[in-house]
């Protein structure tokens, strides 16, 4: 079974530091790797979809990279804003199961002003 | 617009109560949909997921049901509640198995 594991649990940072957020899965046989924004209460917002054949995807200070071999992923972001403040999830869609997401537990990150 | 609706966005009910939590999708025509279940510091737990009207696969033995009665709704429901219940739950939709998946606002249950 695919598990799926976010690395830190939580971070704490300056605004305007950069910052890399690791996810890593057990099962390399992937279709894609889905990163999600929760705020708190909230449902999930998708920020970048990586499938199986990408390496990354970029969108505005976001960029997410994916080494299906090693089974990790990492989420870059460039010049934190209090406003990223939130739960950071990734998410893997397996070849033999795939009607389902497998997510991590999440990394919490919190930016300073 | 890839617009999902889910409501209640709370709910407090009593334990052996009934339930039903709707979504309703907007935007895609045969989509598929899923419901999950966030538990306090646990990741998101796959509880229902459907291909198309009246197809509903389950993945977790529980108390709870699911159905899709038209392509762009899916409901969630229990007969009795269980204190277990309790929890954020989120429905999901992608066009397809290889698709970006969006999830709706997710309704907060807790069982008193």
């Known amino acids: 079974k695919q598990e799926v594991t976010q690395i830190p649990a939580a971070l704490s940072v300056p605004e305007g530091e950069n910052l890399v957020l690791n996810c890593s899965f057990t099962d390399s046989a992937i279709y894609n790797l889905q990163w999600f924004r929760q705020d708190p209460g909230k449902g999930l917002t998708s920020l970048l979809l990586i499938q199986s054949s990408q390496r990354e995807q970029t969108s505005g200070r976001l960029n997410a990279s994916l080494d299906k071999s090693s089974g990790r992923s990492t989420l870059y972001i460039a010049a934190s804003q209090p406003g990223d403040s939130a739960t950071y999830l990734c998410?893997?869609?397996?070849?033999?199961?795939?009607?389902?997401?497998?997510f991590g537990t999440g990394t919490s990150l919190t930016v300073i002003p | 617009s890839q617009t999902i609706h889910q409501w209640p966005a709370t709910l407090v009910q009593p334990v052996g109560s009934p339930l039903s939590l709707e979504c309703t999708v907007e935007?895609?025509?045969?989509?598929?949909l899923y419901w999950y279940r966030q538990a306090a510091g646990r990741g998101l737990q796959l509880l229902f997921y459907s291909v198309g009207i009246g197809q509903i696969s389950s993945e977790v033995p529980q108390n709870l049901s699911a159905s899709r009665p038209q392509d762009r709704q899916f409901i969630l429901s229990s007969k009795k509640l269980l204190l277990s219940d309790s929890g954020f739950y989120l429905c999901?939709?992608?066009?397809?198995?290889?698709?970006?998946?969006?999830f709706g606002q997710g309704t907060r249950l807790t069982v008193v």
């Open positions: 935007g895609t025509s045969n989509p598929n």
């Open positions: 998410a893997v869609n397996n070849f033999n199961t795939g009607n389902q997401f497998y």
């Open positions: 999901a939709r992608e066009t397809g198995v290889n698709t970006e998946a969006f």
